[in-house]
């Protein structure tokens, strides 16, 4: 009898530990895979909406930069100053490449974008007024242009000599960029038959 109470006492102590032990690991095995399972979503909903919002503060980083001046310069207006820190320089910039506006300063091509916009805006100047020391710049120097939108820096990644009638100067840039050119060799006497070209890619864009 005595045996018979210690042995019933044993088994309920083993099923009563068993089945403590039991529901403990369901419980940590459900609270494992809740925790994967709806934690993983909401990580994932997070990421997909951090995404997004990068994606929508993009495009109207690119939309604005097509809106940057309310009001477009005319032909002739003085639109701005470059400044070469390189030379310490600052020359006024003119709306147009026409004679008048090169013999005032840089002029600015009018079918290109304005400085700050996404493509490629181009100025030119003459070799022995403005851009009398633009050889003295090169790759990694900093061309800075300050307008109505904004103060706007470029670094020079690449320079050109082509032929005076290359028409890649002026051509489409995915990427707001600064080409200036200039009449090459520096020293040539007449027309000069080559340009010497500067192109610089935004890398500070500090809108007004």
Request: proline share 3%.
């Amino acid at each position: 009898m005595k045996k018979k109470l210690i042995l019933l006492i044993v088994s309920v102590a083993l099923i009563s530990g068993g089945t403590w032990f039991s529901s403990t690991s369901i419980y940590q095995l459900t609270k494992g895979y809740l925790m994967f399972k709806f934690g993983s979503e909401k990580t994932f909903t997070q990421k997909k909406e951090t995404v997004q919002a990068k994606e929508s503060t993009k495009e109207v980083e690119e939309s604005s930069d097509q809106t940057l001046y309310d009001v477009r310069p005319k032909v002739g207006e003085q639109m701005g100053e470059l400044r070469i820190p390189k030379l310490d320089a600052a020359l006024p910039i003119y709306h147009g490449t026409n004679e008048d506006e090169l013999e005032k300063g840089v002029g600015h091509f009018a079918d290109s974008v304005l400085p700050g916009e996404k493509d490629n805006s181009v100025l030119s100047g003459h070799r022995d007024t403005v851009f009398r020391k633009l050889g003295e710049v090169g790759k990694g120097d900093l061309l800075v242009v300050e307008t109505t939108a904004g103060t706007f820096t470029y670094k020079v990644r690449k320079v050109r000599i082509v032929d005076k009638d290359d028409r890649s100067v002026i051509v489409s840039m995915p990427r707001a960029t600064l080409t200036v050119s200039t009449c090459y060799p520096f020293t040539f006497v007449g027309a000069a038959p080559e340009r010497y070209v500067l192109v610089a890619y935004l890398v500070k864009s500090e809108k007004k």
